[in-house]
């Protein structure tokens, strides 16, 4: 079992620049999801931002089901400069591969609980880190795609783009730096101090 919690309200407002859509996920029982305070949370976003669509839906990690359901929202999604997502790392990351040249961000960290995982065509995982990373890597996860599981950037291994840990793995630090370069948003990678990960952070408060 996994459970997410939501960013804090000030950082979700400061993520909802330009033209915003919402994407909720309410599909695994498996994933306890904060449906009402994240509802309140998007009242007070559409009263204060430009919110042109809200989307709630199920199974996001799901590429193909994904894509599915949100055919029929196109118009707006085309329109909109920033995706939101209320759900798990994996659907977070699965949104973000989609729509490769928008701005897609997280609303919500995920941690781990013991028991069932639940069922999703893993094309992305999410190491459920209780301090979600998405933001700052233009939706490519530093815990899982990188060996390492580095949150500062790349370790100086990789050889020809490939990991020197699994060098049948792109390295996941040299995918980041491409999708932030694509976002004009290579200024993440710039820290004023490095970033240190809080492993306490892996359980819900
Ligand atoms: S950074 Fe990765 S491991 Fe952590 S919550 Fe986000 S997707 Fe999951
Ligand atoms: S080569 Fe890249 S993916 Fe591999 S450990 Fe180093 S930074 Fe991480």
């Given at each position: 079992m996994l459970i997410t919690q939501l960013k804090s309200k000030e950082s979700i407002e400061s993520l909802a620049v330009g033209k915003v859509v919402i994407i909720n996920c309410h599909g695994c029982k498996e994933v306890y999801f904060p449906e009402h305070q994240a509802d309140e949370l998007q009242k007070e976003l559409s009263d204060n931002k430009e919110v042109i669509q809200i989307i709630t839906t199920d199974y996001i990690c799901n590429p193909d089901n994904l894509k599915l359901q949100l055919k029929k929202h196109m118009d707006k999604i085309n329109l909109a400069d920033t995706i939101l997502v209320f759900s798990c790392g994996v659907g977070i990351q699965t949104v973000a591969a989609q729509f490769e040249d928008k701005k897609v961000y997280s609303c919500c960290d995920t941690y781990q609980l013991p028991g069932f995982q639940g069922v999703t065509p893993l094309n992305v995982d999410c190491?459920?880190?209780?301090?979600?990373?998405l933001n700052g890597t233009g939706g490519i996860c530093p815990i899982t795609a990188c060996s390492k599981s580095l949150?500062?950037?790349?370790?100086?291994?990789?050889k020809n783009g490939m990991c020197?840990?699994?060098?049948?793995?792109?390295?996941g630090w040299e995918r980041i730096y491409r999708k932030l370069e694509k976002l004009n948003?290579?200024?993440?990678?710039?820290?004023d101090a490095p970033k240190v990960r809080n492993f306490g952070n892996s359980k819900p408060e």
């Open positions: 190491g459920q880190c209780g301090e979600c990373y949150i500062n950037g790349q370790c100086g291994g990789a020197e840990v699994d060098k049948d793995m792109e390295c948003k290579l200024d993440n990678m710039k820290y």
